[in-house]
């Protein structure tokens, strides 16, 4: 794909951890036998496979925009060991502060969808006897209007995937930006931003597209979680259409094009991998980032 050249400043790109989480393998890697992503994903004696939570932080000299936030600590502890979640505390909100930064900096928040290893980290950590509290206070809140609809009314298959309230709290916020499948971007975004809507996994799925000088960056959230899920016919279990979601995913690949950068949100082991096509329609991982520090789309070529 031909990049477009900008007279926006630059883009900076930062991968944050967030908190980790453990997932069934099987429901992870969909119809691939187990003898084959055991060998990707060592699995644990409950057969779940270790995956993190990854947010990307977007810097434009003009907005600080972080895309996703991860499973954060909301869960009440007989549910975060159900979900194995690892850390008790927000570390999405540490490794920021690690950063010098604190929710207060954060301008816009971009969730793809809100499932709740994606969009728990908006809230703050569970307290007995609190409800749901979010912790950006100034950011706009900016999704797609058919995910914040599914997750407002979701199918009884997937409703234990959605955080019951959280919709409603984010629309009371009064900071709520949705986009219409005819909308690729907003102001909040800014020029350099556009979204993909996508429906294979959930519906009105964002994709956000990073547009720099000379290449380009796409966040994958569960399209392609990691590495092993860029060959085109690994789903999960999750998907609600895998064929659409296959069909999706070769779409992205030739939109963003050889050398594009993948940007994942649940790689243990990498944040990021620029794509490559050993045959045609076989893509792979040409190198991987193990995690991405300020990163300038505008450099790298």
Same mark, same amino acid.
């Given at each position: 794909?031909?990049?477009?050249?900008?007279?926006?400043?630059?883009?900076?790109?930062?991968?944050?951890?967030?908190?980790?989480?453990?997932?069934?393998?099987?429901?992870?890697?969909?119809?691939?036998?187990?003898?084959?992503?055991?060998?990707?994903?060592?699995?644990?004696?409950?057969?779940?496979?270790?995956?993190?939570?990854?947010?990307?932080?977007?810097?434009?000299?003009?907005?600080?925009?972080?895309?996703?936030?991860?499973?954060?600590?909301?869960?009440?502890?007989?549910?975060?060991?159900?979900?194995?979640?690892?850390?008790?505390?927000?570390?999405?909100?540490?490794?920021?502060?690690?950063?010098?930064?604190?929710?207060?900096?954060?301008?816009?928040?971009?969730?793809?969808?809100?499932?709740?290893?994606?969009?728990?980290?908006?809230?703050?950590?569970?307290?007995?006897?609190?409800?749901?509290?979010?912790?950006?206070?100034?950011?706009?809140?900016?999704?797609?209007?058919?995910?914040?609809?599914?997750?407002?009314?979701?199918?009884?298959?997937?409703?234990?995937?959605?955080?019951?309230?959280?919709?409603?709290?984010?629309?009371?916020?009064?900071?709520?930006?949705?986009?219409?499948?005819?909308?690729?971007?907003?102001?909040?975004?800014?020029?350099?931003?556009?979204?993909?809507?996508?429906?294979?996994?959930?519906? *009105?799925? &964002? /994709?956000? #597209?990073?547009?720099?000088?000379? =290449?380009? $960056?796409?966040?994958?959230?569960?399209?392609? @979680? +990691?590495?092993?899920?860029?060959?085109?016919?690994?789903?999960?279990?999750?998907?609600?259409?895998?064929?659409?979601?296959?069909?999706?995913?070769?779409?992205?690949?030739?939109?963003?094009?050889? *050398?594009? &950068? /993948?940007? #994942?949100?649940?790689?243990?082991? =990498?944040? $990021?991998?620029?794509?490559?096509?050993?045959? @045609? +329609?076989?893509?792979?991982?040409?190198?991987?980032?193990?995690?991405?520090?300020?990163?300038?789309?505008?450099?790298?070529?």
């Amino acid at each position: 794909m031909q990049a477009r050249r900008h007279a926006a400043p630059v883009l900076k790109i930062s991968s944050i951890r967030g908190n980790r989480l453990a997932l069934d393998g099987g429901a992870m890697f969909g119809h691939v036998p187990r003898a084959l992503w055991a060998k990707w994903y060592a699995p644990d004696d409950q057969n779940r496979i270790e995956l993190t939570c990854r947010a990307f932080l977007l810097e434009d000299g003009e907005r600080r925009i972080l895309i996703e936030t991860g499973i954060g600590a909301f869960f009440e502890p007989k549910l975060q060991e159900r979900y194995g979640v690892v850390e008790t505390g927000h570390v999405l909100l540490d490794s920021l502060r690690e950063r010098g930064l604190s929710p207060d900096d954060i301008d816009v928040v971009l969730l793809s969808h809100l499932h709740f290893d994606h969009a728990g980290g908006v809230l703050a950590p569970f307290a007995a006897g609190e409800g749901l509290r979010l912790v950006f206070p100034r950011a706009t809140f900016v999704t797609s209007a058919a995910a914040f609809e599914r997750a407002a009314r979701p199918h009884k298959r997937d409703r234990a995937s959605f955080i019951p309230g959280l919709a409603e709290l984010l629309h009371a916020s009064g900071r709520l930006r949705l986009l219409t499948a005819q909308e690729d971007s907003c102001p909040e975004l800014g020029p350099r931003i556009r979204c993909v809507h996508s429906t294979g996994h959930t519906d *009105g799925m &964002l /994709l956000p #597209f990073l547009q720099g000088t000379f =290449a380009t $960056a796409v966040f994958c959230a569960d399209l392609i @979680p +990691g590495v092993p899920w860029i060959h085109l016919p690994i789903t999960m279990g999750y998907d609600r259409f895998p064929e659409q979601l296959v069909d999706e995913k070769e779409q992205l690949y030739r939109q963003l094009g050889h *050398g594009g &950068l /993948l940007l #994942f949100t649940h790689d243990p082991d =990498a944040a $990021a991998a620029t794509l490559g096509e050993e045959s @045609p +329609g076989r893509f792979s991982a040409v190198s991987r980032h193990q995690e991405l520090h300020r990163l300038d789309l505008d450099a790298l070529t």
